[in-house]
């Protein structure tokens, strides 16, 4: 079983910046990707972003492209969301997973050996 653990999150203005880190333990060698998605109050909980480990292949829902970055630092095991020009509908708890695929106009998704970490907050206000 792999444990994540998601930190960086807090309130920002709009148009400003965040940076989301999740780091993994335990069985790390047991998935093949992770991924970041968010659930805003009362809505379901999207996909925003997967990369693959091994090759660094890189998957963004649209709402997101050209504003957030995952990238992934293998050496400690954490991938990172870099978030820029926040918009207060970004506004969400965002979790980290494993196992995520997919991306484009299909979203993207956990499969069923996902394991999660326990969210942070993110908040976008003036």
């Known amino acids: 079983q792999v444990q994540l653990v998601e930190s960086g999150g807090g309130l920002v203005q709009p148009g400003g910046s965040l940076r989301l880190s999740c780091a993994a333990s335990?069985?790390?060698?047991?998935?093949?990707?992770i991924g970041w998605f968010r659930q805003a109050p009362g809505e379901a909980r999207e996909g925003v972003s997967c990369i693959s480990i091994s090759d660094g292949k890189t998957y963004y829902v649209d709402s997101v492209k050209g504003r957030f970055t995952i990238s992934r630092d293998t050496a400690k095991n954490t991938v990172y969301l870099q978030m820029n020009s926040l918009k207060p509908e970004d506004t969400a708890v965002y979790y980290c997973a494993t196992d995520c695929y997919g991306g484009g106009r299909y979203g993207i998704h956990v499969a069923e050996s996902g394991s999660w970490g326990q969210g942070t907050q993110v908040i976008v206000s003036s």
């Open positions: 335990g069985f790390t060698s047991d998935y093949y990707a």
